[in-house]
């Protein structure tokens, strides 16, 4: 079954806005990453995080050290540019090398 | 840095056509993957490669094959189009195999007549 479920599917926003997405892990991960795919589509990377918190600009990623078995992404002040469909992808800490992602919150941020 | 340039940028094909998509890195990666993306949904493995000549299949391998020719470029064909299928196919690399970042190329759309 599905390893990785991220919500919400889908989140409006007004510039100026905080918000959190979040990806849940039906299975102890080993690592989490953050992509943000463009209109373009181009995936650009965002975050690894293999625990513990990263923080960039206004972006900060969490991953549950203790469980590992979700991990969240805040924006801060939404601008207009976060715009896009937010992807988080997860290795299984137990067997094979395969990295699953999940289906993708698409963001909108409005003026 | 480096770059990861996938070709072509579009394909259009025709049912039943073998089709090939090419992968180039040079960021030196050992792994490589090939991932199919459809519209408004999330991204799902179909092979990858742990270094050259090697060949591992994800959820989707069937109806793909794939080819790690050097450690530079990973190939995957698509046997055999199906009618109306549309996707776009990401090239992936990253450095080993275990809690290593990914690195995308630009994609290859793929419309099939």
């Known amino acids: 079954g599905d390893q990785v479920e991220q919500s919400p599917s889908a989140l409006s926003l007004h510039e100026g806005t905080d918000s959190a997405l979040r990806c849940n892990f039906t299975?102890?991960?080993?690592?989490v990453q953050w992509f943000r795919q463009n209109s373009r589509g181009s995936l650009i990377s965002l975050f690894y995080?293999?625990?513990?918190t990263k923080e960039n600009g206004r972006l900060k990623s969490a991953f549950d050290s203790k469980e590992r078995r979700y991990s969240t992404l805040h924006i801060r002040d939404a601008q207009l540019e976060d715009s896009g469909t937010y992807f988080c992808?997860?290795?299984?800490?137990?067997?094979?090398?395969?990295?699953?992602f999940g289906a993708g919150t698409k963001l909108t941020i409005k003026p | 840095g480096g770059i990861i340039t996938q070709t072509p940028k579009f394909l259009i094909g025709q049912e039943g056509q073998k089709l090939t998509l090419k992968c180039q890195q040079n960021?030196?990666?050992?792994?490589m993957y090939w991932y199919r993306q459809d519209s408004g949904k999330g991204l799902r493995l179909i092979y990858y490669?742990?270094?050259?000549?090697?060949?591992q299949k994800g959820d989707l391998s069937e109806g793909y094959d794939a080819s790690r020719e050097k450690k530079s470029s990973f190939s995957l064909t698509v046997t055999s189009a199906q009618k109306n299928e549309m996707a776009v196919f990401l090239c992936?690399?990253?450095?080993?195999?275990?809690?290593?970042?990914?690195?995308f190329g630009h994609g290859t759309k793929l419309s099939v007549l």
């Open positions: 992808a997860a290795e299984a800490y137990y067997g094979n090398e395969k990295i699953t």
């Open positions: 995080l293999a625990s513990g």
């Open positions: 992936a690399s990253s450095m080993g195999t275990y809690n290593e970042r990914l690195f």
């Open positions: 299975t102890t991960m080993r690592s």
């Open positions: 490669s742990i270094t050259e000549n090697d060949l």
């Open positions: 960021f030196n990666h050992d792994t």
